[in-house]
């Protein structure tokens, strides 16, 4: 079983800066691929950036420029750097791993970008 814990959520003003954490616990030996996704109340979540084990990134159009994902293969924690941030930008932000084939996530952290 694999467990993850995000962290660094908070309320920031827009144009601001947050840097979230998640890292990953358990049977971890064959994590593959790690994402962030975003949820607003009352939608669907969306794929925020993706980092495969090797280091190559995709993000969603709306945050490219802005946002940047990386990991720490050793620590089995990957991290997403926001700048630039808009009120577009809120909502709860969960890690995704796959592992051995099998889908985890996190419980979310909330992300509120307001003045």
């Known amino acids: 079983q694999v467990h993850l814990v995000e962290s660094g959520g908070g309320l920031v003003q827009p144009g601001g800066s947050l840097r979230l954490s998640c890292a990953a616990s358990?049977?971890?030996?064959?994590?593959?691929?790690m994402r962030w996704y975003r949820q607003n109340e009352g939608k669907q979540r969306e794929l925020v950036a993706d980092?495969?084990?090797?280091?190559?990134?995709g993000y969603a159009d709306s945050v490219k420029g802005r946002f940047t994902i990386s990991r720490e293969n050793v620590k089995n924690t990957v991290y997403l750097q926001m700048s630039s941030l808009k009120p577009e930008d809120t909502a709860v932000y969960y890690c995704?791993?796959?592992?051995?084939?099998?889908?985890?996530w996190g419980q979310g952290t909330q992300v509120t970008v307001s003045s």
């Open positions: 980092i495969a084990s090797g280091g190559s990134t």
């Open positions: 995704y791993a796959l592992v051995g084939g099998t889908e985890y």
């Open positions: 358990g049977s971890i030996f064959t994590i593959t691929d």
